[in-house]
Antibody, heavy 120, light 111 residues
Framework: QVQLQESGPGLVKPSQTLSLTCTVS??????????WSWIRQHPGEGLEWIGF???????YYNPSLKGLVTISLDTSTNQFSLNLGSVTAADTAIYYC????????????WGQGTLVTVSS | QSALTQPASVSGSPGQSITIPCTAI?????????VSWYQQHPGKAPKVMIY???NRPSGVSDRFSGSKSGNTASLTISGLQAEDEAEYFC???????????FGGGTKLTVL
C-alpha cells in the first residue's frame, strides 16, 4: 500500500520560501507511470493543482504560480519536495502531495495534507 | 473562473439517488476523457471515487458511477447513505499549460 506523508514548517513569513517534503512509502518514487504531484486547498475552498514531477527530468507547473514554484525529487530518500518562493497571505492553504496515475488520469494516493500559514 | 463548473450544493434523502454534473466551459479539456471524481470529508484528504469518466477504483462502492455526455461529466450516487455526505470534486487533464484542473466542488447533504 502506497503512503505519502507531507512534512515542513506550518508557519512561513511573507516574502520567504515555503518548503515542503513528501515522503513516499510502499512504492518506489522511481517507478514509471506516475507523476508526483503537489496540490493545495485554500481554507474552505476548492483544489488547485500546483505541479508535477516525473523521473526527475520533467516538471510541469501551474502557470498561475508565475515561476515561483520548483518541484524536485530525491530517489535516494524516496522523497519529493516543493519550494514556493515569495509567499504572501494568499498562499496560506493546506498542501497535499499526491501520486497521479497516468494510465488512469487520476490522483490515486494522497498525503493527509499539511496546513501552511503565511504570516509575520 | 474554473474550467470545470459544478453546482455548489446538492441534497438527497437516504436511499435516493443524486447526480452531480461537471461541465467543461471551454475546449481546453480536450475530449474530456480523463475525468476523475474525488470525495472529501471534512478535515480529510480527497479520495478518488471515479477515474477515466466511468471507472471505479478497487474498494469503491458500486453505488458510485460516472458518465459523460458532450462537455458534461456526471457523478451519480445511488442508495444514498449518511456516510456519503461530503464534498465532491471533479477533475480533468487538459491540453493547456495548466495540465490539471478541478471543479469548484459540490457539497452533498444527506437529509
Amino acid at each position: 500500500q502506497v503512503q505519502l506523508q507531507e512534512s515542513g514548517p506550518g508557519l512561513v513569513k511573507p516574502s520567504q520560501t515555503l518548503s515542503l517534503t513528501c515522503t513516499v512509502s510502499g512504492g518506489s518514487i522511481n517507478s514509471g507511470g506516475y507523476y508526483w504531484s503537489w496540490i493545495r486547498q485554500h481554507p474552505g475552498e476548492g483544489l488547485e493543482w500546483i505541479g508535477f514531477i516525473y523521473y526527475s527530468v520533467s516538471t510541469y507547473y501551474n502557470p498561475s504560480l508565475k515561476g515561483l514554484v520548483t518541484i524536485s525529487l530525491d530517489t535516494s530518500t524516496n522523497q519529493f519536495s516543493l519550494n514556493l518562493g515569495s509567499v504572501t497571505a494568499a498562499d496560506t492553504a493546506i498542501y497535499y502531495c499526491a501520486r497521479y496515475a497516468m494510465a488512469q488520469g487520476s490522483f490515486d494516493y494522497w498525503g493527509q495534507g499539511t496546513l501552511v500559514t503565511v504570516s509575520s | 473562473q474554473s474550467a470545470l463548473t459544478q453546482p455548489a450544493s446538492v441534497s438527497g434523502s437516504p436511499g435516493q439517488s443524486i447526480t452531480i454534473p461537471c461541465t467543461a466551459i471551454s475546449s481546453d479539456v480536450g475530449g474530456f476523457n480523463y475525468v476523475s471524481w474525488y470525495q472529501q470529508h471534512p478535515g480529510k484528504a480527497p479520495k478518488v471515487m471515479i477515474y477515466d469518466v466511468s471507472n471505479r477504483p478497487s474498494g469503491v462502492s458500486d453505488r458510485f458511477s460516472g458518465s459523460k455526455s458532450g462537455n458534461t461529466a456526471s457523478l451519480t450516487i445511488s442508495g444514498l447513505q449518511a456516510e456519503d455526505e461530503a464534498e465532491y470534486f471533479c477533475s480533468s487533464y487538459t491540453n493547456t499549460n495548466t495540465l490539471v484542473v478541478f471543479g469548484g466542488g459540490t457539497k452533498l447533504t444527506v437529509l
